[in-house]
């Protein structure tokens, strides 16, 4: 993960989503398009069980269809076919235009409850009200709920059962695979066309960056996110997709002095370029700064990359579906492809 998630974790407080929506979400069925490829969870079955990354097993008379999660969790589960019954999110879902976040993906925004927009935000009188059966989130730490503030996380898992994916130190197709198992327990049809072109597209946007790699050697990649005082250099050791885009090949710079949670190296902007890099991954995040922010930044615009053009846009908490991951992999290859040894 980059600096902003961890962070977040590491002070609990730091830098890692506009409250609204209805109460009724539940009843609006618009959640998703009208494309009839569209994967359509089948909730008409007997008890259901799941048991999440903690080892919590989780049952229920029949599966849940109140699902409250954080966003990117949300889009995950409609990727593979869980939609009318996510009611809530909490996480970056809107900008302050009132576009859609882009970690919300194919997830109707107008159609959930929104009990928190940023980092700390939880509206805790509106997950009542919508009478919780589930709450999803990502587990970048052990027992660590992604995006569930610890002065009410009490409060929060007594309202409902709660379902914790591992979203750290393992390559980004197992919360994919974990996300697709939970989305089948809740009567998803794995099986469905567009749940089987997402698969077939991420695979081929995976050999991809392979190939890309193979056709472009020795381009040295840096997955960074910055700061008004911090230039933060990820790791590719603990950060799942980077770990999968090492197995794909991709030679990262993997970071020296790492903080706790080793999830990155936090450096001043005077040593900005301790690592070479051929090629930038930058935290595409509304709380991070983006190259247009660091043009001010001397250090920055001396990166060789930097000055080369040879920076990319990294979502730094993908969303773990093939439909949202193939994208991301697209855009590596194409990245890798195109990039010059600059360093």
Same mark, same amino acid.
């Given at each position: 993960?980059?600096?902003?998630?961890?962070?977040?974790?590491?002070?609990?407080?730091?830098?890692?989503?506009?409250?609204?929506?209805?109460?009724?979400?539940?009843?609006?069925?618009?959640?998703?398009?009208?494309?009839?490829?569209?994967?359509?969870?089948?909730?008409?079955?007997?008890?259901?069980?799941?048991?999440?990354?903690?080892?919590?097993?989780?049952?229920?008379?029949?599966?849940?269809?109140?699902?409250?999660?954080?966003?990117?969790?949300?889009?995950?589960?409609?990727?593979?076919?869980?939609?009318?019954?996510?009611?809530?999110?909490?996480?970056?879902?809107?900008?302050?235009?009132?576009?859609?976040?882009?970690?919300?993906?194919?997830?109707?925004?107008?159609?959930?409850?929104?009990?928190?927009?940023?980092?700390?935000?939880?509206?805790?009188?509106?997950?009542?009200?919508?009478?919780?059966?589930?709450?999803?989130?990502?587990?970048?730490?052990?027992? #660590? @709920?992604?995006?569930?503030?610890?002065?009410? +996380?009490?409060?929060?898992?007594? /309202?409902?059962? &709660? !379902? =914790?994916?591992?979203?750290?130190?393992?390559?980004?197709?197992?919360?994919?695979?974990?996300?697709?198992?939970?989305?089948?327990?809740?009567?998803?049809?794995?099986?469905?066309?567009?749940?089987?072109?997402?698969?077939?597209?991420?695979?081929?946007a995976a050999e991809s960056v392979r190939e890309a790699v193979k056709a472009n050697p020795g381009v040295k990649v840096m997955a960074c996110?910055?700061?008004?005082?911090?230039?933060?250099?990820?790791?590719?050791?603990?950060?799942?997709?980077?770990?999968?885009?090492?197995?794909?090949?991709?030679?990262?710079?993997?970071?020296?002095?790492?903080?706790?949670?080793?999830?990155?190296?936090?450096?001043?902007?005077?040593?900005?370029?301790?690592?070479?890099?051929?090629?930038?991954?930058?935290?595409?995040?509304?709380? #991070? @700064?983006?190259?247009?922010?660091?043009?001010? +930044?001397?250090?920055?615009?001396? /990166?060789?990359? &930097? !000055? =080369?053009?040879?920076?990319?846009?990294?979502?730094?908490?993908?969303?773990?579906?093939?439909?949202?991951?193939?994208?991301?992999?697209?855009?590596?290859a194409t990245a890798i492809k195109g990039a010059k040894k600059v360093s």
């Open positions: 993960m980059s600096h902003p998630a961890s962070a977040r974790r590491l002070s609990r407080r730091g830098l890692l989503a506009a409250a609204g929506g209805v109460s009724l979400a539940a009843l609006l069925a618009g959640c998703g398009s009208e494309d009839t490829d569209a994967p359509v969870a089948d909730t008409d079955s007997g008890p259901w069980s799941f048991t999440d990354d903690r080892g919590e097993k989780l049952s229920a008379d029949a599966p849940p269809t109140r699902v409250v999660a954080f966003t990117g969790v949300a889009a995950a589960l409609v990727d593979f076919g869980v939609n009318e019954q996510v009611v809530g999110v909490f996480g970056e879902t809107t900008r302050a235009d009132g576009s859609k976040d882009p970690q919300a993906g194919e997830l109707n925004v107008e159609s959930v409850e929104i009990l928190g927009n940023t980092w700390g935000e939880f509206n805790l009188e509106k997950y009542a009200g919508l009478r919780p059966e589930l709450l999803v989130t990502h587990m970048y730490d052990p027992d #660590a @709920l992604w995006y569930v503030p610890d002065e009410s +996380k009490d409060k929060i898992v007594s /309202l409902a059962q &709660v !379902a =914790a994916i591992t979203t750290a130190r393992v390559p980004m197709t197992q919360p994919i695979e974990r996300y697709a198992q939970l989305a089948e327990s809740l009567g998803a049809d794995l099986s469905a066309s567009a749940v089987t072109k997402a698969k077939a597209r991420f695979d081929a996110s910055g700061s008004p005082d911090l230039f933060y250099v990820s790791n590719p050791r603990v950060s799942t997709d980077l770990m999968y885009f090492a197995e794909l090949g991709v030679d990262l710079v993997v970071p020296t002095k790492l903080e706790a949670g080793d999830y990155f190296e936090a450096l001043s902007w005077e040593n900005a370029g301790k690592f070479p890099a051929d090629l930038l991954l930058l935290d595409n995040r509304s709380t #991070a @700064l983006q190259a247009d922010d660091l043009a001010t +930044k001397p250090t920055w615009a001396q /990166l060789p990359a &930097v !000055a =080369a053009n040879q920076v990319t846009a990294w979502d730094a908490v993908p969303r773990f579906s093939y439909a949202g991951a193939a994208p991301l992999l697209e855009n590596l």
